[in-house]
């Protein structure tokens, strides 16, 4: 397990939930996807605030990244649930 | 009406094949079709472009195109939706995206077309990475409109 889930206790209080990331955000944490484990109380914006601890950069583009909850965009007070799959998007740019 | 099962909605790694969706979407009712292809122009900002890759969060992009052609047809007077978007390395005139709509008249199908790549230009989750000379950089994009809140739980109806 990852040492940064270390200081989350292993109770009933605990929630696993699938992250991703996609284009310059993936290249800063360096990493696609991972299995991450929160606080039973956690939202999308708390969730991004633990990894924005292990790759600070992410914190210059926070104001543009929009996030995702079981691939809906979703404001970042969403409550997350064991299960739900999250994904951090930059502004999109297809076409 | 909603989206029809006979509408094309794709993400591909191999070239679209135009002529084949444009035939795809021609109706024995239809009178006009709408093309849309977006393909990879040689410069960005004056500089000199070498080739692009896109990258797409897949599940939702195909979610998100499908919705678009759920929207076409419930709001514009349209018969047949094809969309296609490429993937990976894309080299300069390649097609990036196709969008094609029929409809037995011109202007609802126009309008439909500038519709769908707004709106996929604006929603699906696609990353355009462009390579140049001296370096490489993820595309100025845009940021998707976000639900302001939190949808109620769910609760008993």
Known sequence: ?95 | MPATSSDIVRLAREPIDAQALVAHVRGAGDGAIVVFDGFVRDHSKNRRTLYLEYEAYEVMALAKMREIATHLHDNFAIDGVAMAHRLGRLEIGETSILIVVSGAHRAATFDACRYAIDTLKRTVPIWKKEYFEDGSVWADGEVPPVPAATPPAETAS
Do not use: C
């Not at chain 1, 699938?18 to 484990?37: M, N, P, T, Y």
């Not at chain 1, 601890?53 to 064991?82: D, G, I, K, M």
């Open chain 1, 1 to 95: 397990m990852a040492g940064y889930n270390r200081n989350v206790p292993q109770t009933s209080q605990t929630i696993r939930v699938q992250v991703l990331f996609f284009g310059r955000l993936k290249e800063i944490a360096g990493l696609s996807e991972e299995s991450a484990e929160l606080h039973g109380d956690a939202s999308i914006a708390s969730l991004f605030a633990q990894y924005a601890t292990r790759y600070p950069q992410l914190l210059e583009y926070r104001s543009s990244v929009v996030a995702s909850r079981n691939r809906e965009f979703a404001a970042w007070a969403t409550p997350l649930h064991t299960g739900d799959e999250v994904a951090f998007l930059p502004p999109v740019s297809g076409g």
